[in-house]
């Protein structure tokens, strides 16, 4: 499918032409600039497309293009966001490569366009939702995973002890402390890394005032806010020590049989 620059939706008008990330956000079923202040911040009621522009050392331009779907985004807005992708590819000659990012399942290729990561915001702009507004502020627990690119995500059961496990870390933001919670199994680079997060959390949500605390899976010690992070949990207890990883690898290892 070819698209003249004269048929290109007004939003896309000299995209692509340099280096660089460029974002639209899907509004009225039509594709619009977000500012370059905003980019990284994305609303689960929304759908976005992302261009991502590159240089070769020739000077040749490469573009990756993805478009976003965010959990909780209307179907009319995932199609419109779809469709938009494809003429945009069309109108910087058809050779982009084109991928589709949902919500909790993104490439590696695209939250590394992210430092350190995304962390999805409540609302959209025409989800009905409200954005989440400070004094509304609640606790949230994020299971973060990677040692190069990081994968960040609300637990599906907040506040669980069940939602806990040894290999992963975790992230227990409240509103005046954020917890890391370093499982056992984890590597250095995986806690580091979890520290980036903790650190842009802090920076983004709580405007660099609030305390940060590391509690370490397995050493029950007897301090203040290895207590304090527990009784979100309704007090300490071991974890099982079955692993997440020990039954991925049960699933993998279940043996084949033939019944004649």
């Known amino acids: 499918m070819a698209v003249s620059m004269r048929d290109l939706d007004p939003a896309f008008q000299g995209a692509g032409q340099k280096a660089g990330i460029e974002i639209w956000r899907i509004e009225k079923l039509s594709p619009v600039a977000v500012p370059k202040s905003s980019h990284g911040k994305f609303y689960t009621g929304d759908s976005y497309i992302i261009l991502k522009t590159s240089a070769s050392k020739t000077g040749a331009l490469r573009h990756d293009i993805h478009y976003w779907l965010g959990a909780d985004t209307s179907q009319d807005e995932a199609g419109a966001a779809a469709i938009k992708t494809v003429e945009l590819d069309a109108a910087l000659g058809g050779r982009a490569v084109q991928y589709r990012e949902v919500q909790g399942h993104e490439t590696e290729k695209f939250l590394s366009y992210f430092k350190p990561c995304i962390i999805p915001l409540k609302g959209g702009i025409a989800s009905g939702f409200k954005h989440v507004e400070e004094e509304e502020y609640k606790n949230c627990l994020y299971i973060c995973q990677g040692k190069h690119v990081v994968h960040v ?37 995986e806690r580091a890394k979890a520290l980036e997060v903790v650190q842009y959390i802090k920076d ?57």
């Not at 975790?170 to 499982?183: A, C, E, H, R």
Request: negative net charge; glycine residues 8%.
């Open 153 to 189: 995500k609300e637990a599906s059961v907040p506040f669980a002890r069940s939602s806990l496990n040894h290999d992963d870390i975790f992230i227990l933001d409240t509103k005046s402390k954020i917890f890391q919670f370093n499982g056992s199994n984890s590597s250095i680079q």
């Open 204 to 260: 983004t949500y709580h405007d660099g005032k609030c305390d940060v605390a590391a509690i370490e899976d397995g050493k029950l010690m007897a301090d203040a806010e290895t207590g304090e992070f527990w009784g979100f949990f309704g007090g300490f207890a071991p974890l099982p020590r079955k692993t997440t990883r020990d039954e991925a690898k049960n699933i993998d290892t279940v043996p084949t049989r033939l019944y004649k």
